[in-house]
Every structure is written in structure tokens, then in C-alpha cells.
């Protein structure tokens, strides 16, 4: 039997170690003055493995404040958004409003590598009320931003994960995380 790959859905994502993806603004430069590896701490590697982005539209608009360019361009990103009509859609930028119980699946059968879901708080909530998360790969930043938009917002429904792999860059630890399977 000669059966493709399904494509897995991966939350590759960095994190306080108070459990924050952010500064209550959205901000995200105290990622940047964190000793890592020296070089990109691993991104590189990981992007190779993707083929299609979902993120949702408030991790979008953080994503076009962070540089000129559109940083994924080249890779087809679906944006979740309540009023898709208010956007238009660009080479590989798509604006959803298409239940990821839906949406998901789909791309699983048709993405060229895995799915990464880029963020933010609401959409891991999603994701993980609908168990459409295979695995989870956590960068601990080693600071403590005391407020900001948590990782796991309250009223995240209860999951069970098995790490896999630890990962030490620098001050940096890199957890790998897979979907708990019942035995």
C-alpha cells in the first residue's frame, strides 16, 4: 500500500517563562535581546519543514509591523478572520472565515510540509478545543514579562501532550511536544 504523508499541524512558538507570547500590546521585541544560539536558533531548520501558514488576523497584523517586507512570503498563509470581505487576498495570503474543522483537514491532504500554526493565544485555543494540534515545539525565553497575552488563554480546554525532545540554545529551551495517544 503505497500511502502519502498526511501533513502534521505544528504550534511553533516562543514563550515567557510566566507563559506569554507578548506584551499586553502585542509587542514582541523582548524576543530580540535573548541569548540563543548565536544564529537563528533553530527557525531555519523548522520553516524548511512547513508548507502552509494559519494565523490568526491579530498575529497577522503583529507579523506586517515586524518588518517591510512580508515575512512568509512564498508559502501559502491562511489568515482567520471574522470578515474576510474586509481583506484581499494576495499571492498565497488567504482570508478565512471557513471553520478550521474544515479548513484543516484539507490543507493536511494538500500542503507540500506541515501546517504551522504561527499564533496567536485564541487560535491555539481553537485548535485545541477542536484536537487539531499534532505537535507542539515551546521556545522558553528566559524572562518574566509579569502581563501580556498569554500562550494558553483562560477557558483553554484541558490537553494532555508527551515531550519528545528538550532542546538547550543558549539561555533558550526548546521543548517538543506530541499529541498525547491513548495506549
Not at 3 to 32: C, F
Request: with cysteine.
Amino acid at each position: 500500500m503505497n500511502e502519502e504523508k498526511q501533513s502534521k499541524v505544528v504550534l511553533y512558538i516562543a514563550m515567557s517563562l510566566d507563559g506569554y507570547i507578548a506584551q499586553p500590546d502585542g509587542s514582541v521585541e523582548w524576543l530580540y535581546d535573548v541569548k540563543g544560539d548565536g544564529g537563528d536558533n533553530g527557525y531555519a531548520a523548522f520553516y524548511n519543514t512547513i508548507g502552509t501558514l494559519i494565523m490568526g488576523r491579530l498575529t497577522y497584523e503583529i507579523v506586517l509591523q515586524l518588518s517591510e517586507e512580508y515575512l512568509y512570503k512564498g508559502k501559502p498563509c491562511y489568515i482567520a478572520t471574522r470578515n474576510p470581505s474586509q481583506y484581499e487576498n494576495a499571492p498565497d495570503l488567504f482570508f478565512t472565515d471557513e471553520p478550521m474543522t474544515e479548513l484543516v483537514p484539507r490543507l493536511k491532504k494538500t500542503s507540500k510540509g506541515d501546517i504551522w500554526l504561527a499564533g496567536g493565544g485564541q487560535m491555539v485555543q481553537v485548535f485545541l478545543q477542536e484536537g487539531l494540534l499534532d505537535e507542539a515545539v515551546i521556545a522558553i525565553i528566559p524572562k518574566v514579562l509579569g502581563e501580556g497575552i498569554p500562550l494558553f488563554p483562560e477557558g483553554t480546554v484541558p490537553s494532555s501532550f508527551e515531550l519528545s525532545r528538550v532542546e538547550q540554545l543558549g539561555d533558550i529551551a526548546l521543548l517538543y511536544y506530541s499529541k498525547h495517544t491513548s495506549s
